[in-house]
Structure formats: C-alpha cells, structure tokens
T-cell receptor, first 114, second 113 residues
Framework: DAGVIQSPRHEVTEMGQEVTLRCKPI?????LFWYRQTMMRGLELLIY????????DSGMPEDRFSAKMPNASFSTLKIQPSEPRDSAVYFC????????????FGQGTRLTVV | AQSVTQLGSHVSVSEGALVLLRCNYS??????LFWYVQYPNQGLQLLLK??????LVKGINGFEAEFKKSETSFHLTKPSAHMSDAAEYFC???????????FGKGTMLLVSP
C-alpha cells in the first residue's frame, strides 16, 4: 500500500479564496482523521470519521471549515473563505479498528494563505 | 479529559550520548500511549506504543519507553544518539484502542557531532 496520500503537498492562496485539501486513506482503514499543526498550538485534531461518518468535529475551528468523506477511499477538508491565520500544515491519518491500534499519517499539506 | 506534557521544546545531545525525552500524561482512564517521530517536511511515523501490556516498550531505531503509572510518565530513551535521530518527537495519549490521539507540543531533538 502507498500509505495515506494527501494532495496537494503545498498550497499558496490568497485570503478569501476557497481551499480544498484531499486525502486518500489506506485501503481497508475505516477511521480517518484530519489534524492541523502550527508552531503555536502544535497538533490539533479537527475532525474524525468512522466508516465515512463524522464522529467528532468539535475541533473544527469555525464554520469556514468543513470536511466530507463521500466514500471509504476519499476525504476532503475545505476552508471557505480562507484567512492568513489558517496557514498551517494539515495532516490526514487513517486507522483500522481491527487489531492494529496505530494511526498512519500522510505527509501533510502545507497551506499558506497570503 | 486527556492531556500530554512534553518537558522541553528542544533537547540537544552529542552523537553517542543518551537520549531522554520526557512525557507526562493525564488521563481519567487507563491510557494508551504513543511516541511518534516527524522528520522535516514529513508526516508522523510511529516509534512505539503502550497498550496495557509490558510496561517497557521497545520501538524502532533503538528507541524504548517505559510506562510508569505512579509517575504518570512515558519517557522516551535511546542509549546512543545518531545524527539521523535529529527530528521532532511527539508523545500522544488516547483513551482506548480506537480513540483519537491527543498530542503533546513536541520536542525537537538536536544531535551534534
């Protein structure tokens, strides 16, 4: 398996624009997580899905943020409109709720909002 | 609620020296504990995990960690640092096998020749 795949790796956008981050989890994993990493706040859980259903989105900072998981192999995190304070690295992770307790992380998307 | 405290945002060691990265946790239930490593411009990679079995856990790259309930600690150690160990290390806690992870702020390990 190629692991968790995120795209794009880097995104630079202007304030006010819509940004869509994409994630392909590891095949067979039924939990998917979106994290945000900043210098100030470290790694924060934004939302997680189990079997494509959002379970906990209490970490989503504002209504400008939304996440979807239309099927088991794809998820998106959208920011609309984007703001400079959204600049961060966004990680997607997936996990199997079988015997393995490990979450596997993608390489992240570095978002810069100017 | 759970939380993780990593003491020291930066730790510097010489090549060949002992590595000790500190992690203390708070959890209302028996915790699952993890150490992840992040190399520059990369995602997080699991080093090791404690899931209520042996308290001394051995991981990849020569790292190990010991779960001490009385001290609510899960410190990460390696007997001899290599230059390739330079990275950021994150301690994390979860409530159970399938619960979300709460991460510490991370400790940057610097290794000098």
């Amino acid at each position: 398996d190629a692991g968790v795949i995120q795209s794009p790796r880097h995104e630079v956008t202007e304030m006010g624009q819509e940004v869509t981050l994409r994630c392909k989890p590891i095949s067979g994993h039924n939990s998917l997580f979106w994290y945000r990493q900043t210098m100030m706040r470290g790694l924060e859980l934004l939302i997680y899905f189990n079997n494509n259903v959002p379970i906990d989105d209490s970490g989503m900072p504002e209504d400008r943020f939304s996440a979807k998981m239309p099927n088991a192999s794809f998820s998106t995190l959208k920011i609309q409109p984007s703001e400079p304070r959204d600049s961060a690295v966004y990680f997607c992770a997936s996990q199997s709720t079988g015997s393995n307790t490990e979450a596997f992380f993608g390489q992240g998307t570095r978002l810069t909002v100017v | 609620a759970q939380s993780v405290t990593q003491l020291g945002s930066h730790v510097s060691v010489s090549e060949g020296a002992l590595v000790l990265l500190r992690c203390n946790y708070s959890s209302s239930v028996p915790p699952y504990l993890f150490w992840y490593v992040q190399y520059p411009n990369q995602g997080l990679q699991l080093l090791l995990k404690y899931t209520s079995a042996a308290t001394l856990v051995k991981g990849i790259n020569g790292f190990e960690a010991e779960f001490k309930k009385s001290e609510t600690s899960f410190h990460l150690t390696k007997p001899s640092a290599h230059m390739s160990d330079a990275a950021e290390y994150f301690c994390a806690v979860s409530r159970g096998r399938y619960s979300t992870l709460t991460f510490g702020k991370g400790t940057m390990l610097l290794v000098s020749p």
